[in-house]
């Protein structure tokens, strides 16, 4: 029997990696997908292999349709795709909306918004029982950003995570009955490298004594929670979207 294989894209650092430890660890076989830090994949599938577990990591830019289109089809090769995390985002240095030049605001649309629905469609062509497939999960990455617009630092961001949360719903209500379930994270402050790529690498020091718990969340935090929405556990789960932020942005 071929064997089940999950996609953590942006898979290599961060939140992903963590993600693609813990699905190692329950014995999962996954695909780590990262854009350009071969580096840190290979390190991260040398440390899941060392641990146990199986691993693969695939270079591909998601918002490349070329790109996503060879990710899945070594998905293919490997096994049987039961899962989909579609955890690759990006954000830009901090900036008013009339500063942004439309090749940043390519960029931000083309990663977080059409790299998260490419990868959905190629995980419902496999994983729909319309499709002859067997079922599956799919997890997208939101952002508390979504519900605070985030004025004057990233508005392009918190625009492409409202864009997750709505893809979320209506694509879960798509395919509930052939046996997918699609649902969301959507973390707060975070200590992962990502604010250093958007030009503040100590956003999290700063913002800490203003968040509701006093510090930032971690990548294995929500990484847990991820789990759980690709569990079992979570059978009668759908379209639902989990604020993980220690309590930041948590009223609609
Ligand atoms: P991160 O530490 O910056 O890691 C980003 C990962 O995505 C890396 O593996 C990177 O690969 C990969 N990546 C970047 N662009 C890509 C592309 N075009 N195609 C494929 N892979 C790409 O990010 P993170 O903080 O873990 O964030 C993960 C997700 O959570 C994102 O969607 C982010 O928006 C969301 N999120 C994060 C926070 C937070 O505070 N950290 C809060 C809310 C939501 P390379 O190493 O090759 O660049």
Known sequence: MSEEIVIVTGGSR??????????????????????QNSGAADELVVEIRAAGGAAVAIQGDVGNEAD??????????????????????VLDVAQRVD??????????FS?????????????????????GGKGGTIVNLGSASSKLGSPNQYVDYAASKGAIDTMTVGLAL?????????????????DTEIHAS?????????????????????ADEVADAILWLMSDQASYTTGAILDVSGGRAILP
């Open 14 to 35: 961060g939140i992903g990696a963590s993600v693609c430890r813990k699905l190692a660890a329950n014995g999962r076989k996954v695909l780590v997908n990262f854009a």
């Open 68 to 89: 996503v289109l060879n990710l899945f089809a070594e998905a293919d090769r490997l096994g049987t795709l039961t899962g989909l995390v579609n955890n690759a985002g």
């Open 99 to 108: 500063e942004m030049s439309l090749e940043r605001l390519n960029r931000i």
């Open 111 to 131: 990663v977080n918004v059409l790299g998260s629905i490419l990868c959905a469609r190629e995980a419902v062509r496999r994983m729909s029982t319309r499709h």
């Open 174 to 190: 798509e395919v509930a009955q052939e046996g997918i379930r699609v649902n969301a994270v959507r973390p707060g402050i975070i």
């Open 198 to 218: 958007g030009g503040a690498p100590d956003r999290v020091a700063e913002l800490q004594s203003k968040l509701p718990m006093k510090r930032a969340g971690s």
